[in-house]
């Protein structure tokens, strides 16, 4: 039976385990939320799916696609996230269909009657889903959700996502081309036993040498530009669909460059949820350049609240 209200965590054991550096984190953030829930919006994805696509607004106005995310805070309900879910799918048909929904099989406590309710909603809206990764002990879990949406749901509106360091992803590629799946190829953050030394680099690739020529639409998931390029330039030759995807303000934009002047499309990874906070701050400290733009951006909020004023 699915216990439908225990706690349960989406983060993989690097980032669980710095939970009081985290807490600090928090706190020290709450002074930043009142900037963040406003400028900021287009800037940072936000609380809400509404927040997400206002900055899905703008990305979609500078030519990137998007996808979207619930972020967590690991204390919700199975009812509230699969609620969360029917509330996003119903958002993106009506104002961004050619966006798509990751979602996250712990959050939905790998039930497959969720997984399924979902893909029905899923499919009449003509809204694409997909899974993120969340590392080798729950990924037959994760691949039996899949298969239960797979009954209500054209494998061109379902995706997967395969960790490079995974030893088991050889299999599970195959197991997603057998289906028709859409693919996304990450690095992965989940460390595997049963392949602690993994090179990441090369074993990304050979993912992607796998899929290539294969798979229905690989998306390639790294900020690495070279890696990016690399594996680009092997599905291309194989003449397999794909496209770059980044986590919103964290693509570097020499990556972003290349793939303008090479006609490749980027999706743009938008997260929104109580678990936003933190992602948030990361990419504030990590794009200064964007701190600028939302602190004029307060300005001119803040100038317009004094002239009504």
Known sequence: MTDTTASYSTEPPNVASRTLKRRIGEIASSALMPIIRTAARPFLGGETVEDALCAATRLNAEGAATAFSYWDGGCETLAQIEDLGQVAIAALADKAPASYLSLKPPALRFSKDAARRLASVAAAHRVRLHFDSHGAAVADRHNAMLDAMLEVLEPEYLGTTLPGRLARTRDDA????????????????????????????????????????????????????????????????????????????????????????????????????????????????????????????????????????
């Open 174 to 309: 195959e197991w997603a081309i057998a289906r028709g799946l859409n693919v996304r190829v990450v690095k992965g953050e989940w460390p595997d036993p049963a392949n602690p030394n993994c090179d990441l680099n090369p074993a990304f690739l050979d993912v992607i040498d796998r899929l290539a020529g294969r798979a229905r639409h690989v998306a390639v998931a790294t900020h690495n530009p070279a890696l990016s390029r690399e594996a680009i330039e092997k599905l291309r030759a194989a003449g397999t669909s794909c496209e770059i995807e980044v986590l919103l303000g964290l693509a570097p934009r020499r990556l972003l460059d290349w793939a303008k002047a090479n006609g490749v499309r980027v999706r743009v990874y938008v997260p929104y949820g109580s678990g936003f906070v933190m992602n948030a701050i990361a990419v504030l400290r990590r794009n200064p350049r964007m701190i600028l733009a939302i602190t004029r951006a307060q300005i001119g909020h803040l100038s317009k609240s004094l002239s009504r004023g």
